[in-house]
């Protein structure tokens, strides 16, 4: 007999605390699998950020550090310095990565660092029960725009694709979401690349998912994933922002 | 490697760095202490190390963390207003249990403050600086020689105790010329990191590098054994001169280049006739609290000396603990006390203008 699903051997048999319906357990399941489709598990080390997803340390079946809010790529940066060879990633939310952490973000994409980010936007901010985020789109409510987000005083929200597409040390950048199965299958591909190309040294790698916060949007699992293509994907758009490696081929 | 050779402060520290195996180096620019970044920059390609200047002093001090993490020997070095932008990473790197190096060439503050040498980091370096339950040890050097020695020490100080050094200079030694002498460097004890991210290839469970502990009852335990450490640290790591202090009336307390002043100073008053002696930390923390107060028994009053408003003399009243009067003369903002100041507190404390 054959099993057609079983647990991917980079994903810890432990359980998650992400709330019924969330999308951050298929993204920790497709870094999981892109880990494995590439045998990379024991050379691996994930950086866990501040957010939902700071207890991310103990899902992955890798070596992890827990970085400080925002400062993930300044973490990796300093275990990929000290071992290039090892395939290090970063797992964090908009707010982590787009607000308190933009330097971080900006700057280990100009370095070129050789590390991957495994973003994951949702529009709020989860873990802090459900604030504006730097990508909370125009006239969304949040706990923190309870009258929807009003551009004239609470500003845009920030396209991290597009702002990292303008950085010559970027090797690939692509968004993708996982809001159904063709979808997903997109995404593990992406991350899966971006797993590739960080072993052929050849940079800064990005992939930005879009994802669900059904708790903190007030929705079902099921309206969140429809909130999410009627509303998010108009606005992030899905697709491949810069790729070198296919530059060259 | 024995000749003496003629270096800057900021230099010699970064060499001796580099004598003892580090390897990486994170910085961002600030006067007084760009000659370390700069040397660093120029020698370590030259070693197979790594210098990398940072968009800030909060991603180096990250940066450190990711690096002592990984298993390295790692130092960052900045100035006042840039240390207080690294408190954040320094909290998470006691709290991660990691070792690594952090210079401090203090300039005068609070805020942009100056660019002249103080020591008004006291309070941050010794009381906390970042948030939660910790401490760092805090070396004081006060000659380009001591520097070299105790930053070569401060590695294996880290390594040992898993925790963040600091060496806490001022501007003067940074930018003082003195002959140095590197000896070959002996490691205290050689310390396998096999709590490094540095891949399982495999063969062990991950490896994680954490400060969060959800639970308050593991938090609490945490804290307590890192305290227990602290505890062993204070018996165990504590350096201090006491010079001249049997039979005198008054003990000069001072730390850094301040003490060097201060030694000055004794010689004038002892040639006038005042019986003085000094106690220098070479540790501010652990602090030397048992020698201050041995010497509180004889003597008939302290007089602290710092380029600050006043912060170590908390720490000598603590250690005095009302036996005798703690005296307090500073200058700050980067003015230095010279000689003459001090013998003219000499004379007032004796004269009993002071009593
Ligand atoms: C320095 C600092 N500021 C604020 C916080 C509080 N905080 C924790 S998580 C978080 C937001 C996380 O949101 P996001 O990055 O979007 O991730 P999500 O929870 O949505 O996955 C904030 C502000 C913190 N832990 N540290
Ligand atoms: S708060 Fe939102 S993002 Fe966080 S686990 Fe719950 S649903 Fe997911």
Same mark, same amino acid.
Not at chain 1, 191 to 220: H, V
Not at chain 1, 238 to 244: E, Q, S, T
Not at chain 2, 174 to 188: A, C, D, L, W
């Given at each position: 007999?054959?099993?057609?699903?079983?647990?991917?051997?980079?994903?810890?048999?432990?359980?998650?605390?992400?709330?019924?319906?969330?999308?951050?357990?298929?993204?920790?399941?497709?870094?999981?699998?892109? +880990?494995?489709?590439?045998?990379?598990?024991?050379?691996?080390?994930?950086?866990?950020?501040?957010?939902?997803?700071?207890?991310?340390?103990?899902?992955?079946?890798?070596?992890?550090?827990?970085?400080?809010?925002?400062?993930?790529?300044?973490?990796?940066?300093?275990?990929?310095?000290?071992?290039?060879?090892?395939?290090?990633?970063?797992?964090?939310?908009?707010?982590?990565?787009?607000?308190?952490?933009?330097?971080?973000?900006?700057?280990?994409?100009?370095?070129?660092?050789?590390?991957?980010?495994?973003?994951?936007?949702?529009?709020?901010?989860? +873990?802090?029960?459900?604030?504006?985020?730097?990508?909370?789109?125009?006239?969304?409510?949040?706990?923190?725009?309870?009258?929807?987000?009003?551009?004239?005083?609470?500003?845009?929200?920030?396209?991290?694709?597009?702002?990292?597409?303008?950085?010559?040390?970027?090797?690939?950048?692509?968004?993708?979401?996982?809001?159904?199965?063709?979808?997903?299958?997109?995404?593990?591909?992406?991350?899966?690349?971006?797993?590739?190309?960080?072993?052929?040294?050849?940079?800064?790698?990005?992939?930005?998912?879009?994802?669900?916060?059904?708790?903190?949007?007030?929705?079902?699992?099921?309206?969140?994933?429809?909130?999410?293509?009627?509303?998010? +994907?108009?606005?992030?758009?899905?697709?491949?922002?810069?790729?070198?490696?296919?530059?060259?081929? | 490697?024995?000749?003496?050779?003629?270096?800057?402060?900021?230099?010699?520290?970064?060499?001796?760095?580099?004598?003892?195996?580090?390897?990486?180096?994170?910085?961002?620019?600030?006067?007084?202490?760009?000659?370390?970044?700069?040397?660093?920059?120029?020698?370590?390609?030259?070693?197979?190390?790594?210098?990398?200047?940072?968009?800030?002093?909060?991603?180096?001090?990250?940066?450190?963390?990711?690096?002592?993490?990984?298993?390295?020997?790692?130092?960052?070095?900045?100035?006042?207003?840039?240390?207080?932008?690294?408190?954040?990473?320094?909290?998470?790197?006691?709290?991660?249990?990691?070792?690594?190096?952090?210079?401090?060439?203090?300039?005068?503050?609070?805020?942009?403050?100056?660019?002249?040498?103080?020591?008004?980091?006291?309070?941050?370096?010794?009381?906390?600086?970042?948030?939660?339950?910790?401490?760092?040890?805090?070396?004081?050097?006060?000659?380009?020689?001591?520097?070299?020695?105790?930053?070569?020490?401060?590695?294996?100080?880290?390594?040992?105790?898993?925790?963040?050094?600091?060496?806490?200079?001022?501007?003067?030694?940074?930018?003082?010329?003195?002959?140095?002498?590197?000896?070959?460097?002996?490691?205290?004890?050689?310390?396998?990191?096999?709590?490094?991210?540095?891949?399982?290839?495999?063969?062990?469970?991950?490896?994680?590098?954490?400060?969060?502990?959800?639970?308050?009852?593991?938090?609490?335990?945490?804290?307590?054994?890192?305290?227990?450490?602290?505890?062993?640290?204070?018996?165990?790591?504590?350096?201090?001169?006491?010079?001249?202090?049997?039979?005198?009336?008054?003990?000069?307390?001072?730390?850094?280049?301040?003490?060097?002043?201060?030694?000055?100073?004794?010689?004038?008053?002892?040639?006038?006739?005042?019986?003085?002696?000094?106690?220098?930390?070479?540790?501010?923390?652990?602090?030397?609290?048992?020698?201050?107060?041995?010497?509180?028994?004889?003597?008939?009053?302290?007089?602290?000396?710092?380029?600050?408003?006043?912060?170590?003399?908390?720490?000598?009243?603590?250690?005095?603990?009302?036996?005798?009067?703690?005296?307090?003369?500073?200058?700050?903002?980067?003015?230095?006390?010279?000689?003459?100041?001090?013998?003219?507190?000499?004379?007032?404390?004796?004269?009993?203008?002071?009593?």
């Amino acid at each position: 007999m054959t099993k057609a699903f079983e647990r991917p051997k980079a994903l810890a048999d432990v359980q998650q605390h992400y709330c019924p319906g969330c999308t951050h357990g298929i993204i920790h399941r497709l870094v999981a699998e892109a +880990m494995d489709c590439l045998d990379i598990n024991g050379k691996t080390v994930g950086v866990a950020p501040v957010g939902c997803a700071v207890f991310a340390y103990n899902y992955f079946n890798c070596d992890m550090q827990q970085a400080a809010h925002g400062r993930a790529p300044a973490v990796a940066t300093g275990v990929k310095r000290v071992h290039p060879d090892n395939i290090v990633f970063t797992y964090q939310g908009d707010g982590d990565l787009a607000a308190i952490g933009t330097a971080e973000m900006i700057h280990a994409a100009a370095r070129g660092e050789n590390i991957t980010i495994i973003f994951v936007n949702n529009a709020i901010y989860g +873990m802090t029960g459900g604030q504006m985020a730097p990508t909370t789109l125009a006239g969304q409510v949040t706990q923190t725009t309870p009258y929807g987000r009003n551009t004239q005083t609470q500003g845009y929200p920030i396209s991290v694709c597009e702002i990292l597409a303008t950085i010559e040390g970027v090797a690939y950048l692509e968004r993708v979401s996982v809001d159904n199965v063709k979808n997903i299958r997109g995404a593990k591909k992406a991350i899966e690349k971006a797993f590739r190309y960080q072993k052929e040294d050849k940079g800064f790698t990005l992939i930005e998912i879009l994802s669900t916060c059904p708790t903190n949007w007030g929705l079902t699992p099921l309206e969140s994933l429809d909130w999410l293509r009627d509303n998010m +994907m108009p606005h992030y758009p899905l697709g491949i922002f810069k790729d070198k490696g296919e530059d060259k081929a | 490697m024995s000749e003496k050779l003629l270096m800057k402060g900021n230099e010699a520290i970064s060499e001796a760095a580099i004598q003892a195996g580090c390897r990486y180096f994170f910085g961002y620019p600030i006067t007084p202490q760009n000659e370390i970044p700069a040397y660093m920059s120029k020698r370590m390609p030259k070693v197979n190390g790594l210098y990398l200047q940072a968009e800030s002093e909060v991603s180096a001090i990250n940066m450190v963390y990711g690096a002592a993490g990984a298993g390295a020997r790692v130092m960052t070095s900045s100035s006042s207003p840039g240390i207080s932008l690294k408190q954040e990473g320094i909290s998470y790197i006691a709290g991660s249990e990691l070792p690594c190096v952090i210079v401090n060439i203090v300039r005068g503050g609070p805020g942009l403050g100056g660019i002249q040498p103080a020591q008004s980091d006291y309070f941050q370096s010794v009381k906390g600086g970042g948030h939660g339950d910790y401490k760092l040890v805090v070396l004081v050097p006060s000659s380009v020689q001591e520097a070299v020695d105790m930053t070569i020490e401060a590695f294996d100080i880290a390594d040992m105790y898993r925790m963040p050094v600091m060496i806490l200079g001022d501007g003067l030694l940074g930018q003082m010329m003195e002959p140095v002498v590197f000896k070959s460097y002996e490691p205290r004890q050689i310390l396998e990191k096999t709590w490094g991210t540095t891949g399982t290839e495999g063969k062990r469970k991950p490896n994680i590098i954490n400060s969060l502990y959800i639970d308050p009852k593991d938090l609490e335990d945490k804290n307590i054994e890192r305290f227990e450490r602290y505890k062993y640290i204070e018996k165990n790591e504590v350096q201090v001169e006491v010079v001249d202090c049997e039979d005198v009336d008054i003990v000069l307390i001072a730390y850094g280049t301040m003490a060097r002043v201060v030694k000055s100073a004794m010689k004038i008053a002892r040639e006038q006739g005042y019986k003085v002696g000094v106690i220098r930390p070479l540790t501010v923390w652990p602090f030397p609290t048992e020698a201050i107060c041995k010497v509180a028994r004889t003597a008939k009053a302290f007089l602290t000396i710092e380029m600050s408003m006043g912060q170590m003399v908390e720490d000598v009243k603590l250690a005095v603990n009302g036996q005798k009067p703690v005296y307090f003369y500073g200058r700050t903002g980067g003015m230095v006390p010279t000689p003459n100041d001090i013998v003219e507190e000499i004379k007032k404390i004796s004269g009993g203008e002071k009593l």
